[in-house]
Nanobody, 124 residues
Framework: QVQLVESGGGLVQAGGSLRLSCAASGRTISYSAMGWFRQTPGKEREFLAAISWNGGSTMYGDSVKGRFTISRDNAKNTAYLQMSTLKPEDTAVYYC?????????????????WGQGTQVTVSS
C-alpha cells in the first residue's frame, strides 16, 4: 500500500506561482509513474500532468501545458507540481496519484493510489 499526502496548496493571486508536493509513504514510488489531477465541484476530475518512474517521460493536459511542470525526487519518495502564471480558473482541489506501472498515463482509472487533495485558490 502507498499513502500519498499533498501539501503546498493555498491562496495566491493571479499570475503567481505555487509548488505542490506529494509525499509517499508505506512503499517506494521509485517504480511508479505519478500523476496530478484537479477537481472542482460538479466537474469531472481533470488530468494535469504525469511523470514516468525515472522522470524520463512527462505528459501534460492542454489547460496547463507551458505553465505547470511535474518533477520527482525518488530519493525523497516525493513528486512535485510547479505551477506558474496561475489563473482564477486554476482554483480547485489538487490530487496526486500513483500508478502500479512505470509509464505515464492520463486516465484516472490507471492510478491505484490517491492522496486526500490540497486546495488551491487563485484570486483575481
Amino acid at each position: 500500500q502507498v499513502q500519498l499526502v499533498e501539501s503546498g496548496g493555498g491562496l495566491v493571486q493571479a499570475g503567481g506561482s505555487l509548488r505542490l508536493s506529494c509525499a509517499a509513504s508505506g512503499r517506494t514510488i521509485s517504480y511508479s509513474a505519478m500523476g496530478w489531477f484537479r477537481q472542482t465541484p460538479g466537474k469531472e476530475r481533470e488530468f494535469l500532468a504525469a511523470i514516468s518512474w525515472n522522470g524520463g517521460s512527462t505528459m501534460y493536459g492542454d489547460s496547463v501545458k507551458g505553465r505547470f511542470t511535474i518533477s520527482r525526487d525518488n530519493a525523497k519518495n516525493t513528486a512535485y507540481l510547479q505551477m506558474s502564471t496561475l489563473k482564477p480558473e486554476d482554483t480547485a482541489v489538487y490530487y496526486c496519484a500513483a500508478r502500479g506501472r512505470t509509464a505515464v498515463a492520463s486516465s484516472q482509472s490507471e492510478y491505484a493510489y490517491w492522496g486526500q487533495g490540497t486546495q488551491v485558490t487563485v484570486s483575481s
